[in-house]
């Protein structure tokens, strides 16, 4: 089922668990279900958006039992964490459900009894090893040096009687479903996984819980002395949020385009137990999108190991709408990340303050000085090629964004957007309109004008990550609102005449703070492959450099002007063959030829990533030769957790520009 390709489109996040406050795992998730809810609806979609909390279960009674609480203030307290975060991250969702509420609650029970009536549920005893922390029963041989083998805590041995799923049953039709459509469970890796996992017999899936042990549950209507499972329970929202025995005309419309985005430790419950549920209950099956974690030093967050990145902290340090961008930019879906407050600071400076940011800056201040602070005329089209070209990448842009969205890959939306913001910046250096309108006012307004029109592209198609910052931005550089459909975008839609007005850098720069000590190694040795490793390019890896001394002697300032620092435009890059981390850059240093100079950050930067950015160089280094390719130069860079980082201006500035 391909959602993108229909009328519909319904998203969820998980019911997230009151057992503790919402952190960046929660944030990204729920951010990554508004994000493309939002993306859903620019392209012609009706959407709907639930999220909500789950508040049943053993782990709730025992919480609020700590707390000194009933179970149901508990929970009241908990969820509006959940509840008060997301407006305050710009996250729009349509409905919060919470598994107490009776609109939920009945649903469950009429899906029990409807159950229990065909005889898909039946009574048993049942004895194995109970996991409190995760609420499941494993076998003997599931359990990992005799403990919970998802979460190695400690399993207690059960033996009593209740009530059971025939989930046994639908075990090979849930394997032909998974092999007979390829896009049921995303990415592909989890859903072999899954295949995996259904390679072994299934087992009955308990689905009670007898009151003496637990009480804090819905319970069975068919048999008071019991609550429901919590997942069984749980798993249910999505369908009694959208009107399942309730609103029927509602949830035939919603229910067939669902996509339930989860993170990977849920995807067992999600892709066999619901799944097999839905299918007892002769309900459509949907699609499961099963996102990464982040991690921080390769470890996944934990309260325990004391690690856990309170969104709230990033966001009112930096900023929604940055928060947002790194999230979106960073994390590949399905794949793990790593977080770390540097690597999200240098995003924010590159991308958006650099990127973004200073070009909307420059080109408004440009035009509030020598073009009366309105969008200048658009000329006669006769434009150059140049022109021709930065109209035709923003023209493609928002096919190849619907594209790469529907696929999944919203990371490469993000970036591909940003390719366009990065190829204005280089048309404004190509066509010079702050030296044309000296001579050429007509043409200088034209090529503002280009620019901003381009940008404006740009920014509605970046509006679904940073909603709030794109419209104040669209309004800035005279655009107006956002559009309602990608499909809306046209070449000349910029009206001549529209008033400009920024009253201030949109993304201001942060210092990225010394989060430790870095210490200097050989470039070419092994520690230089290592996060820590200073990133010196231009250098030969197979050559032996000695570390530097922790003291180094001061030098003259003749010695030092005897460095020719310069500020070099990107025109080219590709990968060295047989490297990992060798770029090839062809470099505009003001000079009649463009300079080849081989750097050492392919593992940081995405070769198309460099193209039109400026760098600082070290003009007059000996050429040398590095992996056979000739190297005129050194790209300053320097590295900490985060990996290399390139040195550049704080704005445009024209290439050849000496660095003093």
Not at 196 to 204: H, I, M, N, R
Not at 215 to 230: A, C, E, K, N
Not at 248 to 271: C, M, N, Q, Y
Not at 291 to 301: E, N, P, Q, S, V
Request: hydrophobic letters at 40%; glycine letters at 8%; one cysteine or more.
């Amino acid at each position: 089922m391909n959602t993108s390709e229909q009328g519909v489109y319904y998203i969820t996040t998980p019911i997230y668990y009151v057992n503790d406050k919402p952190h960046i795992g929660h944030a990204y998730c729920t951010v990554l279900a508004d994000v493309l809810a939002r993306f859903h609806s620019l392209f012609g979609q009706s959407t709907w958006f639930l999220t909500g909390v789950d508040e049943h279960g053993q782990k709730v009674e025992e919480a609020a039992r700590k707390r000194g609480m009933t179970p149901q203030a508990h929970c009241d307290e908990m969820q509006a964490h959940f509840r008060d975060l997301w407006p305050t991250l710009d996250v729009a969702n349509d409905d919060f459900i919470r598994t107490t509420e009776p609109r939920h609650e009945s649903v469950v029970q009429e899906a029990l009894q409807r159950l229990w009536d065909r005889g898909e549920i039946y009574r048993g005893e049942y004895e194995g090893f109970y996991s409190p922390r995760v609420e499941k029963f494993f076998t003997e041989d599931e359990l990992v040096d005799g403990k919970c083998p998802e979460t190695g805590g400690e399993v207690n041995r059960i033996k009593e009687a209740n009530y059971f799923f025939k989930m046994s049953k639908y075990q090979d039709r849930l394997i032909r479903h998974l092999r007979d459509n390829p896009d049921s469970v995303r990415p592909e890796s989890r859903r072999n996984e899954v295949l995996g996992f259904l390679a072994k017999p299934l087992q009955d899936l308990c689905i009670s819980r007898p009151k003496s042990r637990l009480s804090w549950g819905i319970p069975l209507p068919f048999d008071g002395d019991y609550v429901t499972y919590v997942w069984f329970d749980a798993l249910l929202n999505y369908c009694s949020a959208v009107g399942l025995y309730r609103d029927e005309a509602r949830f035939g419309r919603l229910w067939p385009s669902v996509t339930h985005l989860i993170g990977k430790d849920i995807l067992t419950t999600h892709s066999v137990y619901w799944t097999t549920m839905l299918m007892a209950l002769e309900l459509p099956l949907p699609r499961i999108v099963a996102h990464g974690w982040w991690l921080i030093d390769k470890t996944k967050m934990s309260k325990s190991l004391g690690n856990v990145v309170n969104p709230l902290s990033m966001k009112d340090k930096y900023g929604v709408d940055s928060l947002r961008y790194f999230l979106m930019r960073e994390m590949v879906v399905g794949l793990d990340a790593d977080f770390s407050e540097a690597a999200f600071l240098k995003r924010h400076n590159y991308d958006l303050a650099n990127d973004l940011g200073n070009l909307a800056n420059r080109l408004v201040k440009f035009a509030e000085r020598s073009m009366g602070g309105v969008v200048p005329e658009p000329g006669d089209g006769s434009g150059t090629p140049h022109d021709a070209d930065l109209r035709a990448q923003s023209e493609a842009l928002p096919g190849r964004v619907r594209e790469l969205v529907g696929e999944l890959r919203v990371e490469q939306a993000v970036e591909t957007t940003m390719n366009l913001v990065r190829r204005v910046n280089r048309y404004v250096s190509e066509t010079e309109p702050f030296k044309v309108v000296k001579t050429d006012p007509a043409r200088a307004g034209a090529a503002v004008w280009a620019a901003l029109e381009a940008l404006r592209f740009a920014l509605n198609c970046l509006w679904p990550i940073m909603p709030g910052k794109c419209h104040a931005l669209l309004k800035a550089i005279g655009a107006g609102e956002p559009v309602s459909r990608l499909d809306d975008l046209a070449w000349g839609g910029l009206k001549a005449g529209s008033a400009l007005l920024l009253e201030a850098a949109p993304f201001p720069r942060f210092d990225v703070p010394e989060f430790q000590n870095v210490p200097v190694v050989p470039v070419g040795s092994k520690e230089a492959d290592s996060a820590a490793a200073i990133a010196v390019a231009g250098i030969d890896p197979a050559a032996k450099v000695e570390a530097a001394p922790q003291a180094v002697a001061g030098i003259s300032f003749p010695d030092f002007a005897k460095v020719d620092l310069r500020v070099g435009t990107v025109l080219q890059a590709e990968s060295v063959p047989g490297s990992d981390k060798l770029l090839k850059l062809q470099v505009d240093l003001g000079e009649p030829q463009p300079r080849q100079i081989v750097a050492g950050i392919g593992k940081a930067y995405a070769a198309a990533d460099l193209i039109g950015r400026q760098l600082v160089i070290v003009a007059n280094l000996e050429p040398r030769k590095v992996f056979g390719n000739l190297s005129n130069g050194m790209v300053l860079a320097a590295s900490d957790d985060a990996g290399p980082a390139v040195l550049a201006p704080g704005r445009l500035i024209p290439a050849g520009t000496r660095v003093s």
